[in-house]
C-alpha cells in the first residue's frame, strides 16, 4: 500500500486487497451542531466507481445526519485499522432508497463480511462519492 495520499481514480492494487480484506471501519459524520459521531460500521469500496457503501437502518443516526445534508451530501469520512495499516475514504454521501441500490449494497457487503445480513425493511444504503483517499501500510 502506498502511504498517506491515494489517487482515488487509481488506486494500487494493496489499497484495494486491504478494503476487499474482512476489518470493522469507522463512518464520521456530523451532528447538527457540528460535531462528530463516528460508529462502527461495514464498508465496501468500487474503486472503479470511486463509491463506498454503507448499509442501515433509515432510523440511524448517521442516515438522519446524512439525509438532513440535502441533494447536496453530507462530507463523511469512513476509515478502518489492522496494527500499522489503515486506510480512509473521503467524500459526499447521500441517503439512497431504491431497492436495487440498497439490494447491491447488501450484496457487496455479504461478499466483504462473508454474511448476509438478516431483513431489514427500513434498511437504506449510505452512498459515498470517494472524493479523497488515504491510506498507510
Same mark, same amino acid.
Given at each position: 500500500?502506498?502511504?498517506?495520499?491515494?489517487?482515488?481514480?487509481?488506486?494500487?492494487?494493496?489499497? /484495494?486487497?486491504?478494503?476487499?480484506?474482512?476489518? /470493522?471501519? !469507522? /463512518?464520521?459524520?456530523?451532528?447538527?451542531?457540528?460535531?462528530?459521531?463516528?460508529?462502527?460500521?461495514?464498508?465496501?469500496?468500487?474503486?472503479?466507481?470511486? /463509491?463506498?457503501?454503507?448499509?442501515?437502518?433509515?432510523?440511524?443516526?448517521?442516515?438522519?445526519?446524512?439525509?438532513?445534508?440535502?441533494?447536496?451530501?453530507?462530507?463523511?469520512?469512513?476509515?478502518?485499522? @489492522?496494527?500499522?495499516?489503515?486506510?480512509?475514504?473521503?467524500?459526499?454521501?447521500?441517503?439512497? !432508497?431504491?431497492?436495487?441500490?440498497?439490494? &447491491?449494497?447488501?450484496?457487496?457487503?455479504?461478499?466483504?463480511? &462473508?454474511? !448476509?445480513?438478516?431483513?431489514?425493511?427500513?434498511?437504506?444504503?449510505?452512498?459515498?462519492?470517494?472524493?479523497? @483517499?488515504?491510506?498507510?501500510?
Amino acid at each position: 500500500m502506498t502511504r498517506h495520499s491515494v489517487d482515488p481514480a487509481s488506486p494500487d492494487e494493496p489499497y /484495494l486487497a486491504f478494503w476487499r480484506e474482512r476489518h /470493522l471501519c !469507522t /463512518l464520521t459524520t456530523l451532528r447538527p451542531d457540528g460535531s462528530p459521531h463516528v460508529v462502527p460500521v461495514g464498508v465496501t469500496y468500487d474503486a472503479g466507481a470511486r /463509491l463506498a457503501r454503507v448499509i442501515t437502518s433509515g432510523t440511524s443516526a448517521k442516515a438522519r445526519h446524512v439525509g438532513a445534508a440535502g441533494p447536496e451530501g453530507a462530507r463523511v469520512a469512513v476509515c478502518q485499522v @489492522a496494527g500499522r495499516r489503515w486506510a480512509t475514504l473521503e467524500g459526499r454521501a447521500r441517503v439512497r !432508497t431504491e431497492p436495487e441500490r440498497v439490494a &447491491e449494497a447488501v450484496r457487496r457487503y455479504a461478499e466483504r463480511y &462473508e454474511r !448476509t445480513p438478516g431483513p431489514n425493511p427500513a434498511r437504506v444504503v449510505i452512498e459515498i462519492q470517494v472524493e479523497r @483517499a488515504l491510506g498507510h501500510g
